[in-house]
T-cell receptor, first 114, second 116 residues
Framework: DTAVSQTPKYLVTQMGNDKSIKCEQN?????MYWYKQDSKKFLKIMFS???????INETVPNRFSPKSPDKAHLNLHINSLELGDSAVYFC?????????????FGSGTRLTVV | AQSVAQPEDQVNVAEGNPLTVKCTYS??????LFWYVQYPNRGLQFLLK??????LVKGSYGFEAEFNKSQTSFHLKKPSALVSDSALYFC??????????????FGAGTRLFVKA
């Protein structure tokens, strides 16, 4: 019954590797997001998709590539991982695109690059 | 750009006492303001929002927030704190993105400790 589910929950990998994080929501929301939370708990938006269309693309290195096969799924692929990519990545979803609804967050993926 | 500030890194309160977690905002136009809570090793959970209407907004788990336009504040409150309220609290605001889009900007977070 999980509303927004992310896999994997933990990811430990070496520098230079490529990895993917998957996200699925069963709420029927139109919009999905990726946020990055750093070690100081600061949250920064990375991407947003509305009905499979990219609508927000913040200043994120192009090693990060989101993909939305349908409006219930938003995956994040990261190429050539660097130490600085270590963080917790959260997927979220909301209704509409006007920003008037609260977000539902997944439980996060803790990425550790060694 | 819109922004929110949470002036306290940490708030300590005794169980049963009222709690306040502070948030101030800087926006042009009418603000869309939110509060979220994050428990350890969990995602953020939406607590409440203010868009328009009554300045006192009630949310989940007995929390409420007061919108004060003159002081540009949106403080989170609870009449009687519980130990289980101990968590990280984020204030957030809707910001513009591009030509007509929106995104949510989060404050730095305030850690709440409720002592038994």
């Amino acid at each position: 019954d999980t509303a927004v589910s992310q896999t994997p929950k933990y990811l430990v990998t070496q520098m230079g590797n490529d990895k993917s994080i998957k996200c699925e929501q069963n709420l029927g929301h139109d919009t999905m997001y990726w946020y990055k939370q750093d070690s100081k708990k600061f949250l920064k938006i990375m991407f947003s998709y509305n009905n499979k269309e990219l609508i927000i693309n913040e200043t994120v290195p192009n090693r990060f590539s989101p993909k939305s096969p349908d409006k219930a799924h938003l995956n994040l692929h990261i190429n050539s991982l660097e130490l600085g990519d270590s963080a917790v990545y959260f997927c979220a979803s909301s209704q509409g695109t006007q920003g008037g609804y609260g977000y539902t967050f997944g439980s996060g993926t803790r990425l550790t690059v060694v | 750009a819109q922004s929110v500030a949470q002036p306290e890194d940490q708030v300590n309160v005794a169980e049963g006492n009222p709690l306040t977690v502070k948030c101030t905002y800087s926006v042009s136009g009418n603000p869309y303001l939110f509060w979220y809570v994050q428990y350890p090793n969990r995602g953020l959970q939406f607590l409440l929002k203010y868009i328009t209407g009554d300045n006192l907004v009630k949310g989940s788990y007995g929390f409420e927030a007061e919108f004060n336009k003159s002081q540009t504040s949106f403080h989170l409150k609870k009449p009687s704190a519980l130990v289980s309220d101990s968590a990280l609290y984020f204030c957030a605001v809707r910001d513009m993105y591009g030509a007509g889009g929106f995104k949510t900007i989060f404050g730095a977070g305030t850690r709440l400790f409720v002592k038994a």
